[in-house]
């Protein structure tokens, strides 16, 4: 398990409640999994990680996944966005925030998302 980063818990906690710990990390597997099926964004992956985490332009509750959302930060030519499971007070005390995976989303699929899933977040 790598530490990636920290996240505002006070952006989460009044959807999902309190939060186990602000702390980011990403397994071996999800890593393999974003080099392998999301192999062009892996690079975007390495420098944008740490600003959508800590500064996402979007935060989407994940309607079809408890405890999770979608940060998405918009870049010039597309969007970035990281699913992210957090480890919430009734989850095993062991858990930590996991990054699911990380890819790009057109400005259609985003707008679509938005549609569908609560925003919880929204940079003015």
């Not at 702390?23 to 080099?35: G, Q, S």
């Not at 985490?53 to 940060?71: E, F, Q, R, S």
């Not at 930590?96 to 938005?114: G, S």
């Amino acid at each position: 398990m790598i530490l990636i980063g920290k996240i505002n818990r006070s952006m989460f906690e009044a959807e999902f409640g309190k939060l186990q710990t602000d702390e980011v990390v990403l397994t071996e597997e999800r890593e393999t999994h974003i080099k392998e099926r999301h192999p062009q964004d892996h690079i975007l992956f390495d420098k944008y990680c740490h600003d959508i985490l800590t500064a996402p332009d979007i935060v989407l509750c994940d309607g079809k996944n408890d405890g999770t959302v979608i940060m998405v930060r918009k870049m010039p030519d597309t969007n970035l966005s990281i699913v992210l499971r957090l480890a919430l007070e009734t989850d095993s005390k062991s858990l930590k925030n996991l990054i699911i995976t990380f890819h790009r989303l057109r400005e259609r699929h985003l707008k679509k998302l938005a549609g569908r899933n609560k925003i919880l977040y929204m940079r003015e």
